[in-house]
């Protein structure tokens, strides 16, 4: 028998709750792909638009089309993956995707996504079209994009004049945008890596491990080591296969784990810190060389509450 006064003491004790059970990171909501075959281009209709607003944290699963688009968002960061890396792109960039390419697209931020598909190939014959590209959109560009009408084929609002109007429309802007995008300045805002079956496997390993970790603070020589490779050949596989040196990759992998969190609203000192920098005016300089403006800009809680045209 218990003694009275610590029964009583035990009557008076709370009873026991079950252990929390620890909150799961929501899922990113998947979607496939956004009905590509009905604005399929065709010769009568060169270069087709549509428009969509996709929530945060929204996966369009991998596809492929037999026709380049190009992508961009009014409002809103989007990040595009295929098989050679991943590219970001931030309001008002746009990311060319060639005829073919498996691709898929999530978006940081509630995003306004804008997507054109061409009837014609890759505006010039430049290599460079044959990957994914980022450009920067002009305000012709813009223009031009967001005077093309974006219903389906088969939209019920859609009269037989007007998808002809339509079509007239489509055919003379067709050939200037195509000239507007061979001028469109190219920006490095993708983070390639080698390829996953021809590509060197120790650089890929190197890659991947520095996109787990991009505030680690590690020399090329580190991360090298670890990889199984010397510093040199990890340099010679960096120009040799992707076509940069490390610092070149280095800061692009910086950006874009920096950019999401900027969208996010994470405040600047934070970014820089995360992103492996121990001074934020260090990190601010090398974002504004790369960017052409400085991280506040990209900050999503003040990139709403900005005026228009600011």
């Known amino acids: 028998m218990l003694p009275n006064d610590l029964r009583s003491a035990l009557l008076t004790l709370p009873p026991l709750r079950p252990p929390r059970r620890k909150r799961q990171a929501a899922s990113p909501a ?33 596809h492929r089309h037999p026709w380049p688009q190009l992508t961009f968002s009014s409002q809103g960061v989007i990040r595009l993956t295929t098989a050679r890396g991943t590219i970001i792109v931030p309001p008002l960039r746009a990311a060319w995707v060639p005829a073919g390419m498996e691709h898929s697209v999530d978006t940081v931020e509630d995003a306004e996504i804008h997507t054109l598909y061409l009837q014609a190939g890759q505006p010039s014959q430049d290599p460079c079209w044959s990957q994914c590209v980022v450009l920067e959109l002009g305000a012709l560009l813009q223009a031009l994009m967001r005077s093309l009408d974006t219903r389906p084929d ?131 300089a090398m974002f504004r060389a790369a960017m052409g403006r400085s991280p506040r800009h990209f900050r999503g809680a003040e990139r709403m509450a900005a005026p228009a045209g600011a």
Request: aromatic content about 4%; overall charge positive; glycine content about 6%.
């Open 30 to 62: 998947e979607v496939g792909a956004v009905t590509p075959h009905l604005y399929q281009p065709t010769p009568q209709r060169p270069v087709r638009a549509k428009q969509r607003l996709l929530r945060a944290d929204t996966l369009v699963m991998p």
């Open 154 to 284: 088969g939209h019920p609002g859609l009269s037989s004049n007007q998808q002809a109007d339509c079509a007239a429309h489509e055919c003379l802007v067709a050939p200037l945008l195509q000239k507007e995008l061979a001028r469109a300045p190219q920006m490095r805002m993708g983070v390639p890596l080698p390829d996953a079956v021809s590509g060197d496997k120790r650089l890929r390993v190197l890659c991947e491990a520095v996109l787990r970790a991009p505030g680690r603070r590690a020399t090329l020589g580190e991360w090298a080591a670890e990889a199984g490779a010397s510093e040199r050949t990890a340099a010679r596989l960096f120009r040799s296969e992707l076509g940069l040196s490390w610092q070149q990759w280095r800061q692009q992998a910086t950006l874009a784990h920096a950019l999401p969190l900027l969208a996010r609203g994470m405040p600047v000192a934070h970014v820089a810190a995360a992103s492996g920098y121990d001074s934020d005016s260090a990190f601010i």
